[in-house]
């Protein structure tokens, strides 16, 4: 039997389109947009100014602030302007806007032997490199592998339970040497706890992948899980795979577990052992509408368009663009925002495939967005209330303890915006 | 590449399941055609009359009441249709069909569109329009009277039973036999023609995944242990009485019945005893109804008191943390 949490939802998961991709480089790209914040915490100050050179690796933002990661430049060049600009998520964010060398030198990092670092210079490393949680949240990994409390599991999340994403597996399946140093270096962080890979069940090659380059591990196992949405996130992957609820409000840390994502232990490893900044990340392009749909390393601050531009472009009838995942991730009104470090799809859907705003009526209590919530949340009574604008009830109801998982829109039959009613609700 | 692309902006999640309320209510709707044609062959003509005069009257009021109140009407969403096809359903065929109109109209213009519509309506429309013409029936057999030469009735009519197996079972006459009792009877309401055909659309409704077992069962197994107990016969009091049309086709109405298959149980068991009550200790024959809409008013209630906990939450956790001995003072620094 494998593992799993209980509710949540099976959904199609149209991987097939690109699992079996092998990442790719993407041509370079002749300017990077870098925005200063691409994690949760205090901003950074840039450390540039219009007019200057940098090289590849180099700062340009950081912040003195703890809970901050710096930001480094992917690729030499001139910095032309630093200002707002529209980011994935809708907003403007301040950015550096690079005008890249067409000429790049190569650059080379030798490995150094990590053992001889005490744990200090270890997670001086990880901050150094600007290391975020990769799976979206953007937490700065370097505090949250420094937790109050014992911590005896360290779950590697490699479910990837967002439909259409398969960076992750290809990640899994390319980078499995690399992930697994990672994830050591990690669990010696955490005085040794112990290490366990979840990984859902329809990535079985990963699965046995991972299982025999760990064979000889002692504290260190995969774990398959069922395939079901949301797999992958931060509670349910922890019950799933050790059995122990986080209460609401509650870190993970408080029940003895971290969890980081696959592509941040690789990250960690690249970051400790080389002197690797985080400049680059894996993202599927994929979708109805993608030409050349797979999975591409693309340097952070890579526009859409030249990630599309370079990838044949889009099919004549496209409809939607989303960045991240289908269930959690943003509709871009043009191509201007940059790939962040958390960002690890790019979905481009034609119309018969894209799901508009449309009308909605009132709910009919069918009860299916309560039968799904894997935080056992009533929907229904969020989103009522908040239409009739008693927030107040909204939150009795647990709209502050929803991670908008999107589950109770997808499955709603009067297509309520549940989503944007939960949002309205935690914020008032 | 063409910069002025026009993009499609919207919340996420930017999938969905599509499910539509409209395919429910088709499904509820296919589900009732096998009980339908079984009245038909029974009733002749008669049925599909009544039927048409309440989907139509059902129409007309949703119609009506949407433009007074100013909004844009929702036929689409065949909530009318099938409102006016229950209501139709639980009448007997030998009803007036002005009767019937008149309860169709307080079902879609009362009971639902005067309160906001579908999704905020308390109680079940079909079966409120359905009493209200029972509570108002002094009054309404004076109407009868007075509108008697009104009266549509074709071929057909004059085979009907008046007696229902409930009625028989109350007098105690002797009982039809079993076996053609389940497959089919004349007798009573519409729907009770068929206990068969109203089971087999409550197994294409779960199959569809629009109700789940958990009202049916829980009601169906509260009456049969209920009449047993007081030593009648619990399986005629199954089939008959409309207590199959409730249990499938009323009591699970998504927006009357609670949201969490805890308090649907707690609910079926609830209309269960009523029921028993009502037919054995008062023995009017109209118990399901009236059961069903009695527990219409209690499911705010029985939602609120089966609130489950939230993911991780634990009991204790509710207690605040934060608990200083009564008597307490606190000082204000100003
Ligand atoms: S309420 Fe929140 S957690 Fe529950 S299904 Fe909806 S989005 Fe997911
Ligand atoms: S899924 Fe939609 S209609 Fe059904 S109970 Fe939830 S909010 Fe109401």
Redesign the pocket.
């Known amino acids: 039997m494998v593992k799993t949490f209980e509710r949540g939802i099976s959904i199609p998961d149209y991987k097939e389109l690109t699992e079996n991709m092998p990442i790719q480089d993407l041509p370079q790209p002749s300017e990077l947009i870098i925005p200063l914040r691409q994690h949760i915490g205090a901003p950074n100050r840039r450390l540039v100014s219009v007019g200057e050179r940098v090289k590849a690796g180099q700062i340009i933002g950081d912040s003195d602030a703890s809970v901050s990661a710096p930001v480094h430049a992917g690729l030499s060049g001139i910095v032309r302007e630093i200002g707002s600009r529209l980011t994935q998520t809708g907003q403007l964010e301040d950015c550096v806007v690079i005008e890249v060398d067409p000429e790049q030198e190569e650059l080379t990092c030798t490995a150094d032997d990590a053992t001889k670092l005490n744990k200090d210079e270890i997670v001086q490393r990880i901050r150094a490199a600007g290391i975020v949680g990769m799976g979206g949240a953007g937490f700065p990994t370097h505090i949250k592998i420094k937790p109050q409390t014992k911590v005896e599991y360290l779950i590697l999340n490699g479910c990837e339970c967002e439909p259409y994403l398969t960076c992750d597996h290809r990640l899994m399946l390319e980078y499995a040497d690399e992930m697994i140093a990672g994830a050591r270096i990690l669990s010696h962080l955490l005085d040794d706890a112990k290490v366990i890979f979840g990984i859902e069940v329809n990535k079985q090659d990963a699965i046995d992948l991972v299982r025999a380059k760990l064979e000889k591990e002692e504290r260190m196992e995969v774990v398959p899980l069922d395939v079901k949405y949301p797999q992958g996130a931060e509670k349910q992957l922890i019950y799933a795979a050790v059995g122990r609820s986080v209460p609401p409000g509650k870190l993970p840390a408080e029940v003895g577990v971290v969890v980081q994502n696959v592509a941040t232990a690789k990250a960690v490893a690249d970051a400790v052992i080389y002197r690797k900044p985080l400049t680059e990340r894996i993202v599927t392009l994929t979708g109805s509408a993608a030409v050349q749909p797979g999975n591409y390393r693309v340097v952070i601050g890579t526009t859409l368009a030249h990630l599309l531009e370079s990838t044949g472009g889009l099919k004549q009838d496209v409809a939607k663009i989303i960045m991240g995942g289908p269930m959690t991730g943003w509709a871009q009104k043009n191509l201007e925002a940059p790939i962040i470090k958390g960002c690890g799809g790019v979905i481009a859907l034609t119309r018969d495939q894209a799901v508009a705003a449309q009308e909605y009526?009132?709910?009919?209590?069918?009860?299916?967005?309560?039968d799904h919530c894997p935080m056992a949340l009533y929907?229904?009574y969020i989103?009522?209330y908040a239409e009739l604008g008693r927030y107040d009830l909204a939150q009795e109801w647990g709209a502050k303890d929803c991670f908008e998982c999107g589950i109770?829109a997808y499955?709603?039959?009067?297509h309520?915006p549940?989503i944007e009613f939960i949002r309205q609700s935690k914020r008032a | 590449m063409e910069r002025n692309l026009s993009l499609l902006v919207s919340t996420s999640p930017h999938l969905h399941a599509g499910d539509q309320?409209a395919t429910a209510m088709k499904d509820v709707i296919i589900a009732l055609m096998p009980v339908t044609l079984v009245a038909c062959y029974f009733f002749k003509f008669n049925v599909p009359f009544l039927i048409m005069v309440c989907i139509l009257t059902a129409m007309f009021t949703e119609v009506l009441f949407r433009r007074l109140m100013q909004k844009e009407p929702q036929l689409s969403d065949c909530s009318a249709i099938l409102t006016g096809l229950l209501v139709a359903l639980s009448f007997s065929a030998a009803t007036p069909w002005w009767l019937a109109a008149a309860a169709t109209f307080i079902a879609v213009g009362f009971a639902k569109e005067f309160l906001g519509g579908l999704?905020w309506n308390r109680f079940n429309p079909a079966l409120f329009g359905r009493v209200s013409v029972i509570v108002f029936a002094p009054w309404l057999t004076y109407l009868n009277n007075e509108f008697f030469y009104w009266r549509v009735s074709f071929p057909g009519i004059d085979t009907i039973t008046q007696a229902t197996p409930l009625t028989m079972l109350q007098m105690g006459l002797p009982l039809p036999n079993m076996g053609t009792f389940f497959i089919a009877t004349q007798g009573g309401g519409i729907a009770e023609s068929s206990a068969f055909a109203l089971l087999l659309g409550g197994a294409y409704l779960l199959y569809r995944k629009h109700i789940t077992w958990h009202i049916p069962v829980s009601m169906m197994a509260t009456v049969f242990i209920g009449t047993a107990l007081l030593g009648q016969h619990p399986v005629y009091h199954l089939l008959s009485g409309g207590l199959l049309l409730g249990a499938f086709y009323m009591a699970t109405d998504?927006v009357t019945s609670p949201?969490t298959k805890k308090g649907q149980i707690i609910f079926g068991v609830c209309i269960g005893i009523i029921v028993v009550i009502f037919r054995v200790l008062l023995a009017p024959t109209e118990g399901v109804a009236f059961a069903i809409l009695i527990m219409n008013a209690f499911v705010p209630l029985i939602d609120r008191l089966t609130k489950r906990l939230k993911f991780g939450e634990q009991k204790e956790q509710v207690i605040s943390q934060h608990t200083v001995p009564a008597g307490t003072k606190m000082t204000v620094k100003n």
């Open positions: 009526y009132a709910c009919v209590r069918c009860g299916k967005c309560v929907p229904s989103g009522m109770c499955v709603c039959p009067s309520r549940l | 309320v999704g998504w949201i």
